[in-house]
């Protein structure tokens, strides 16, 4: 089957957009990768559309079954890789995000990650920013980031709602005890 169309960086870029894309001229960059924009590509392994995500993964990433005709629609196949692309960035980082993209994995200076960073340049953006200068081994890891212990912000709220609501009850019952000595 031959490409029945290919999209431009601009319309690319404005379905990263309204899609909520963390970097839009990343999420361009890798469509060129996967598909030379191309909205009903196909790959090897049975992936599917401009950014050539598998069935099975679209649909465990929307939670309801997903077909190759519906990721051959470009606007599909970005909106659920941009919401894929986000959770790999938050599990690996936004740089093993990439590569886990095309591996399931992170592969830091893989070939496919080498790719996406060359075209991301080509298109304007700064490699630098995911570490496209490094010399990294492929098939090493990032390095993940010290994340302080303790509690989180919902924690802390909640122990302040709960003093709150203690404070609250004892001032209460010191001015009720206060009005029954009056009377």
């Known amino acids: 089957m031959g490409c029945s169309r290919r999209l431009t960086l601009d319309e690319v870029l404005s379905y990263a957009r309204r899609y909520g894309a963390r970097d839009p001229l990343l999420v361009a960059a890798m469509a060129y990768v996967e598909s030379g924009f191309c909205v009903n590509a196909r790959g090897g392994a049975g992936e599917c559309g401009i950014m050539q995500i598998k069935p099975s993964t679209a649909s465990d990433v929307m939670k309801q079954p997903i077909t190759c005709e519906q990721l051959d629609n470009p606007a599909v196949s970005i909106a659920i890789a941009v919401r894929y692309l986000h959770l790999l960035q938050d599990r690996?980082?936004?740089?093993?995000?990439?590569?886990?993209y095309n591996a399931g994995r992170p592969v830091i200076g893989g070939d496919y990650e080498r790719k996406v960073l060359a075209a991301y340049s080509r298109f304007g953006g700064n490699a630098a920013r995911y570490g496209g200068s490094e010399v990294i081994r492929a098939g090493t890891t990032p390095a993940q980031p010290h994340v302080p212990t303790g509690p989180d912000n919902e924690t802390i709220g909640r122990v302040a709602l709960f003093s709150a609501v203690m404070?609250?009850?004892?001032?209460?019952?010191?001015?009720i005890r206060r009005i029954r000595e009056d009377w």
């Open 92 to 100: 690996y980082g936004e740089r093993g995000g990439i590569s886990a």
């Open 167 to 175: 404070l609250g009850t004892f001032l209460l019952g010191t001015a």
